[in-house]
């Protein structure tokens, strides 16, 4: 029985009813930091809700819940997460009548249009997967032979790459449209300018809980005690920077520029009630990345635009469950040499595409690199994002009458700087 009742009001198809209880950052007015959950369309600060004697949890101290960044709670271990979520769904349960709580909610409560919601972790370490067949075999049609679009090795391990953690931002930061080099059709040489291929890519990403030592791999079995939860990402990207950049070792400023995260963390436990099995791997891939059972989630993914002006369109839904590589193989893959993760590094798991037009989850795959331009409502079209334009992403799981969602990963395009000195 999940818990869904609470004293605090919850809207229908709210993304945070009271079984979810996501962690975030919250920024209040005299510029302190504090560790916050979501109820409905309230933001609940848990260092002043710790401060009216109501968080009594073992293992879990005041620091942790005035810091600027969750990774002292994350770095504490699951089993406080874990009290603390059971100790929130009890004190906003409706059947929780203590008038201590319900009187003193202004100590506690910021509605969610005026709370301040900030970057919620220390990235020291970020990696971009490249795990949606269906992703990789549209690009690889687009830029190589169809029947050849996925590389050899595609099939036997999670490719992905380093990224750069900090230009990694929060919901609602404005992303200005990068410079670069670009080789123009037909052309022999570069020119360097501002990209004109600016896209998104509908991403979810993994929180690392736990670390693991220097040299000492994880078992693909044990992946998820090393994983604290998700967030939704977005991972602009700049494709003629990209195309021009990428060969021989990947992409670099073409992605480097900016990545979108939600402001919320959803844990694993919260997720449990939508675990469900992924696609069927074949050729059957090593015995160090062989997982069974239900390793994935059903979360549906959405991707919004809207033009500066005009009102939002979705322009495609996607399913995390489509990834071919699931997050156990990706951490186990990550490892597998040694490398040694750290409590609050990213790891994104790529674009998420279906099989369906619809459901690709880039601007080069809906315009099919620009070849199918994209029509909105209000008349306008798109082969890429223009200037002003806001791009949103949302996410949200449901299952037997329970609900619940990830925020938003959205940002607005802001022109190119004039040429750099």
Request: with cysteine; charged share 15%; proline share 8%.
């Amino acid at each position: 029985m999940h818990p869904i009742n609470s004293w605090i009001e919850i809207p229908p198809q709210a993304d945070f009813p009271l079984y979810n209880i996501p962690f975030g950052i919250l920024r209040r007015p005299d510029g302190s930091f504090r560790a916050a959950t979501a109820i409905g369309r309230q933001v609940v600060d848990l260092l002043a809700l710790h401060e009216l004697g109501h968080l009594h949890i073992a293992g879990l101290d005041r620091q942790m819940l005035a810091n600027a960044v969750l990774n002292p709670l994350i770095q504490a271990g699951k089993p406080v997460a874990q009290a603390l979520r059971a100790t929130l769904m009890q004190l906003f349960d409706v059947s929780n009548t203590v008038p201590s709580l319900r009187e003193k909610t202004a100590a506690f409560l910021v509605p969610v249009e005026k709370a301040e919601m900030v970057l919620p972790l220390d990235i020291r370490n970020y990696t971009d997967f490249y795990s949606s067949k269906e992703h990789a075999t549209n690009v690889g049609s687009m830029f190589r032979d169809p029947d050849k679009a996925l590389l050899p090795n595609w099939k036997h391990l999670p490719v992905g790459y380093h990224g750069r953690a900090s230009s990694i931002v929060v919901d609602k930061t404005p992303i200005r449209r990068p410079w670069g080099q670009i080789l123009p059709k037909d052309a022999t040489h570069p020119i360097f300018g501002p990209s004109q291929a600016l896209d998104f890519e509908l991403e979810m990403a993994f929180v690392v809980g736990t670390s693991n030592p220097l040299g000492t791999p994880v078992a693909v079995e044990r992946a998820e005690e090393h994983i604290w939860g998700l967030m939704l990402f977005n991972d602009w990207s700049a494709r003629d920077i990209q195309q021009w950049e990428y060969v021989p070792l990947g992409p670099f400023l073409g992605k480097s520029f900016a990545s979108t995260v939600s402001p919320w963390i959803i844990t694993l436990d919260a997720l449990e009630p939508f675990r469900c099995a992924g696609p069927m791997q074949d050729p059957q891939v090593l015995p160090h990345l062989r997982s069974e059972g239900s390793r994935t989630f059903d979360i549906a993914l959405e991707a919004w635009i809207q033009p500066q002006g005009s009102t939002p369109t979705r322009i495609c839904q996607s399913n995390f469950n489509y990834l071919y590589w699931n997050m156990s193989q990706q951490l186990a893959h990550h490892t597998s040499n040694g490398c040694n993760l750290q409590v609050g590094d990213l790891c994104a798991s790529g674009t998420i595409s279906g099989t369906e037009p619809g459901s690709y989850g880039s601007m080069l795959e809906l315009a099919w690199r620009g070849t199918k331009p994209l029509r909105l409502p209000d008349g306008q079209s798109r082969t890429f994002l223009e200037d002003g334009d806001t791009l949103s992403l949302q996410a949200y799981c449901q299952k037997d009458g329970l609900r619940l969602g990830f925020g938003t990963a959205s940002g607005t395009l802001l022109p190119a700087l004039n040429q750099p000195a």
